[in-house]
């Protein structure tokens, strides 16, 4: 069992280039959460997808987009990077719904600059 | 979900037992109380949940007050590994996500 997997680990971009960041799980968790989370702060959720084909924005979904075309794969799209994205974003999954007594499983993050 | 409060940081000596408190005063009957744990920039990892009994597993126990308004954290034997940002949150299941807060940094010392 890998669990949740993010690539790539870093990366820089420049102001108005475009990127996806890939997150697979291989638990056959339905839930799945991309958040970010910027210097000393905690995590705030950007997208979340409750299953295959349906998605949902979080707090802070501008400049963001997401599809979930299977159960193992959740990319999250950047389109023209900004500076104001530079963070470190992490992917979950989870069995159920997070709230209903099960716990979330964390990549390890994609660290993100934009100059 | 309800808002939580917690300290900023704490310090334990490596070996003793590490007790971090949580306040939700405004928790909801339906509504569970999550810790999770960050390491140094990692992704979060899960500890424990509860929503009103106390509970225990094999890296810690969950301490819940009678009125569900506050909750401790325990680690019994704490390790230099122990050092992290110890996140507790309240969420209930319709809500599908977890809020996180800034959380409070342990420092076990040796």
């Known amino acids: 069992n890998a669990g949740v997997t993010q690539t790539p680990k870093f990366r820089i971009l420049k102001i108005g280039q475009s990127m996806t960041l890939q997150c697979a799980q291989d638990?056959?968790?339905?839930?799945m959460y991309w958040y970010r989370q910027d210097p000393g702060m905690g995590l705030k959720l950007i997208y979340y997808?409750?299953?295959?084909?349906?998605?949902d924005k979080g707090e802070v979904p501008n400049g963001y987009n997401v599809s979930r075309s299977t159960t193992e794969y959740f990319p999250l799209r950047l389109e023209l990077a900004a500076p104001s994205q530079t963070s470190v974003y992490f992917c979950?999954?989870?069995?159920?719904?997070?709230?209903?007594?099960?716990?979330?499983?964390f990549g390890q993050g994609t660290r993100l600059t934009v100059v | 979900d309800a808002k939580t409060t917690q300290p900023p940081s704490m310090d334990c000596a490596e070996g003793r037992a590490a007790n971090l408190p949580c306040n939700h005063s405004?928790?909801?009957?339906?509504?569970?109380v999550y810790w999770y744990r960050q390491i140094h920039s990692q992704g979060p990892q899960y500890i424990i949940h509860?929503?009103?009994n106390n509970e225990t597993n094999e890296m810690a126990s969950l301490i819940i007050t009678e009125d569900r308004k506050s909750s401790t954290l325990i680690l019994p034997h704490a390790t230099l590994r122990d050092t992290a940002v110890y996140y507790c949150?309240?969420?209930?299941?319709?809500?599908?996500?977890?809020?996180f807060g800034k959380g409070t940094l342990l420092t076990v010392n040796p």
């Open positions: 638990m056959n968790h339905n839930y």
């Open positions: 979950a999954s989870s069995y159920g719904g997070i709230g209903v007594w099960t716990e979330a499983f």
């Open positions: 405004t928790i909801s009957g339906n509504e569970y």
């Open positions: 997808s409750v299953g295959a084909g349906i998605t």
């Open positions: 509860g929503l009103k």
């Open positions: 949150i309240v969420s209930a299941g319709s809500n599908y996500k977890l809020t």
